[in-house]
Each structure stands twice: as structure tokens, then as C-alpha cells.
């Protein structure tokens, strides 16, 4: 059983926390399960992207407490499943903690691995499309969390 997630992007300031308010979200219907998120090159303590907040507050969805932290090992060790917005992200993830290899999977997996671009430094819709995939993402691994 999945307990733990943790959700991975660069500066976890756009894609990752976008992930993180709709797994949550998603998931909160169901069952309670510990959603986190940080970045592979974080802007520690920033908080969420401006752009990324409105999308969400769109969507009905927050982040607005969201602050920005660094990978490191121990969130990857007690996280069951940890997700990556790309396969960049996904090899340097492992480059830091092979030992995670079952465990870090492209979030994207379900959509035939598909990527989920970066948006930070675009226009809104880059931020959209970035959260139309995480939401597809995310409802196609209900199932399987």
C-alpha cells in the first residue's frame, strides 16, 4: 500500500507543488496518504510561482502555503512512490540515491511516459498545459495508488 508520495521537479516552485495540491486533492476523497514535494535544484523557502497559484486557484486549488525545499536523501527513503516531471529529472534523482530505482517513476508513466514541461519564465498558458497533464497525470495513477 502507498503511504507516502513524494513529487520531484527542479526548482519545486511550479510543477511539483502544482502535482502535489491535486494529488492531494484527488486523493482526499479517498484516503489519507502523505503528499510532499521538493526540487532537484530547489529556490529553497520560495514560494509557489505566482502563475502556478492562479492556475490552481482556477482549478479550485491552493498551494499557497507551499515553500520551496531541496532533495534529499531521507525524503527519498521514506516516500514509497517518487514521481519526476521528466526523464532528466528521473536520472539525476537516481544518480543521487540508486538505491531508489523501483521506486522513482515518471509521473507521466499512464500517458505513455510522457513529460511534463517546465513552464517557469512563460506565459500562462505554458502553466496551464503544465497543469492539464499533472491532472491527467494524477488521475491516471489514482488506481493504481
Same mark, same amino acid.
Given at each position: =500500500? ?23 486533492? +484527488? ?13 532537484? @535544484?530547489? =529556490? ?15 482549478h479550485?486549488?491552493?498551494? *499557497?502555503? $507551499?515553500?520551496? *525545499? +531541496? ?6 527513503e521514506?516516500?514509497d ?8 529529472? *528521473? @536520472?539525476?534523482?537516481? @544518480?543521487?540515491?540508486?538505491?531508489? *530505482? ?18 517557469? $519564465?512563460? +506565459? ?7 497543469? +492539464?497533464?499533472?491532472?491527467? @497525470?494524477?488521475?491516471?495513477? $489514482?488506481?493504481?495508488?
Open positions: =500500500m502507498i503511504d507516502r508520495v513524494l513529487i520531484v521537479c527542479v526548482g519545486n516552485i511550479c510543477r511539483s507543488p502544482m502535482a502535489e495540491a491535486v494529488l492531494r486533492y +484527488q486523493l482526499a476523497k479517498d484516503r489519507k496518504i502523505v503528499v510532499e514535494s521538493a526540487g532537484l @535544484a530547489a =529556490m529553497a523557502g520560495s514560494p509557489i510561482d505566482p502563475l502556478a497559484e492562479s492556475v490552481l486557484t482556477e479550485g486549488l491552493s498551494a *499557497r502555503s $507551499h515553500l520551496a *525545499r +531541496q532533495i534529499e536523501g531521507t525524503l527519498v521514506s516516500a512512490v517518487v514521481f519526476t516531471m521528466d526523464k532528466r529529472q *528521473r @536520472a539525476a534523482l537516481l @544518480a543521487l540515491a540508486p538505491w531508489a *530505482r523501483r521506486k522513482v517513476v515518471l509521473l507521466g508513466k499512464w500517458q505513455g511516459d510522457a513529460e511534463i514541461p517546465d513552464p517557469y $519564465h512563460q +506565459q500562462r498558458p505554458a502553466f496551464e498545459h503544465a497543469y +492539464q497533464m499533472i491532472d491527467s @497525470a494524477i488521475r491516471s495513477w $489514482h488506481e493504481h495508488l
